[in-house]
T-cell receptor
């Protein structure tokens, strides 16, 4: 596709359930990022992949959060044993490799934990 | 993030008026990115600034980065309802690929 695609657009889960969020980056983009955006705030960095290598996961809030990109293309963000504070919009972005490359964002997945 | 401050938090302008949004960094920027976000949607890339004193324009939007690379401004000339949304600045620091975003400026344009 022409842009970054994320699915599902909306996800409602009960506290304690596991969820998986998918990101299809722009074809050919080496770098892939996950961000978390709370209501009324700017996106906050979660993790970064260069191809299949997860080079930075310093922004993941707890060990309940796990991300992978096994073939260097599609990425999945998994949250185990969800809690109410996990409710947010999860944004995926991709870019060509290197610094000074604009990141292109998907429309995000809005996660609500009941 | 306290490392990156945006002002104002919100702005309401009459259609046709000019406006400016500011983004101030607590340390020297490697790159500064401007994005626009509409409610329920992702971020749309507007412009990227790298060099001190750089200025870029696209249609009625102009972005500047100061010489010290610690402050950027986004200026919209003759605003239109289509300019309404949330404007976010994102900082790229040396040695880091991630972006650190400001809290955003919510712009409303009254017809």
């Amino acid at each position: 596709g022409a842009g970054v695609s994320q699915s599902p657009r909306y996800k409602v889960a009960k506290r304690g359930q596991d969820v998986a969020l998918r990101c299809d980056p722009i074809s050919g983009h080496v770098s892939l990022f996950w961000y978390q955006q709370a209501l009324g705030q700017g996106p906050e960095f979660l993790t970064y992949f260069q191809n299949e290598a997860q080079l930075d996961k310093s922004g993941l809030p707890s060990d309940r959060f796990f991300a992978e990109r096994p073939e260097g293309s599609v990425s999945t963000l998994k949250i185990q044993r969800t809690q109410q504070e996990d409710s947010a919009v999860y944004l995926c972005a991709s870019s060509f490799w290197g610094l000074n490359q604009p990141q292109h964002f998907g429309d995000g997945t809005r996660l609500s934990i009941l | 993030s306290q490392e990156l401050e945006q002002s104002p938090q919100s702005l309401i302008v009459q259609e046709g008026k000019n406006l400016t949004i500011n983004c101030t960094s607590s340390k020297t920027l490697y790159g500064l990115y401007w994005y626009k976000q509409k409610y329920g949607e992702g971020l749309i890339f507007l412009m990227m600034l790298q060099k001190g004193g750089e200025e870029k324009s696209h249609e009625k939007i102009t972005a500047k980065l100061d010489e010290k690379k610690q402050q950027s401004s986004l200026h919209i000339t003759a605003s239109q309802p289509s300019h309404a949304g949330i404007y976010l600045c994102g900082a790229e620091w040396a040695g880091s690929y991630q972006l650190t975003f400001g809290k955003g400026t919510k712009l409303s344009v009254i017809p």
